[in-house]
T-cell receptor
Framework: QQPVQSPQAVILREGEDAVINCSSSKALYSVHWYRQKHGEAPVFLMILLKGGEQKGHEKISASFNEKKQQSSLYLTASQLSYSGTYFCGTYGGATNKLIFGTGTLLAVQP | DGGITQSPKYLFRKEGQNVTLSCEQNLNHDAMYWYRQDPGQGLRLIYYSQIVNDFQKGDIAEGYSVSREKKESFPLTVTSAQKNPTAFYLC?????????????FGEGSRLTVL
């Protein structure tokens, strides 16, 4: 089952904050977050592991609630470059099958 | 530079024809993936491979076939059995460390069936 993301779309002004949620019906072992610009390939943002370990490359934070099978991505002081579609990806078990969520379209306006 | 190369970038085909999309990586990654993306939608997993000569079906494998004869190559064939093949296809790879490796994506192949 595909993870469900909310909201489906959000429009922000520069400097505003946003939260994107990812919810799964299956037990999660880890959660990935990616951002995709229009017409381009997705780019890795962050991975969250069971036990609270995080690995990321940008100034974006996230949380992972294993019990609730949910993850949230926090975008603070948004910039125009944050615009794009955000996807969470989840591993439901000890396999390499990475399933992506439904996506959240984020538009940051000047 | 290391990375993933997909070709062709754009492809047109007539109904009833098979077409093969190429995916090559020089990252020495064990795991490789094929995803399909339709306009305004997420990425759906077609096939994935964890090791040479082995691959598994994803959520939408019907009408597609793959092979993994070499570690660096994972071609996808879209067969005539695929009822609605027009889409953006993305290949990705990662190190085969369960649940912790990030995915590296190619630039994608856009297939249009005329």
């Amino acid at each position: 089952q595909q993870p469900v993301q909310s909201p489906q779309a959000v429009i922000l002004r520069e400097g505003e904050d946003a939260v994107i949620n990812c919810s799964s019906s299956k037990a999660l072992y880890s959660v990935h977050w990616y951002r995709q610009k229009h017409g381009e390939a997705p780019v890795f943002l962050m991975i969250l592991l069971k036990g609270g370990e995080q690995k990321g490359h940008e100034k974006i934070s996230a949380s992972f609630n294993e019990k609730k099978q949910q993850s949230s991505l926090y975008l603070t002081a948004s910039q125009l470059s944050y615009s794009g579609t955000y996807f969470c990806g989840t591993y439901g078990g000890a396999t390499n099958k990475l399933i992506f969520g439904t996506g959240t379209l984020l538009a940051v306006q000047p | 530079d290391g990375g993933i190369t997909q070709s062709p970038k754009y492809l047109f085909r007539k109904e009833g024809q098979n077409v093969t999309l190429s995916c090559e990586q020089n990252l020495n990654h064990d795991a490789m993936y094929w995803y399909r993306q339709d306009p305004g939608q997420g990425l759906r997993l077609i096939y994935y491979s964890q090791i040479v000569n082995d691959f598994q079906k994803g959520d939408i494998a019907e009408g597609y076939s793959v092979s993994r004869e070499k570690k660096e190559s994972f071609p996808l064939t879209v067969t005539s059995a695929q009822k609605n093949p027009t889409a953006f296809y993305l290949c990705a790879s990662r190190t085969n460390i369960a649940n912790t490796g990030e995915l590296f994506f190619g630039e994608g192949s856009r297939l249009t069936v005329l």
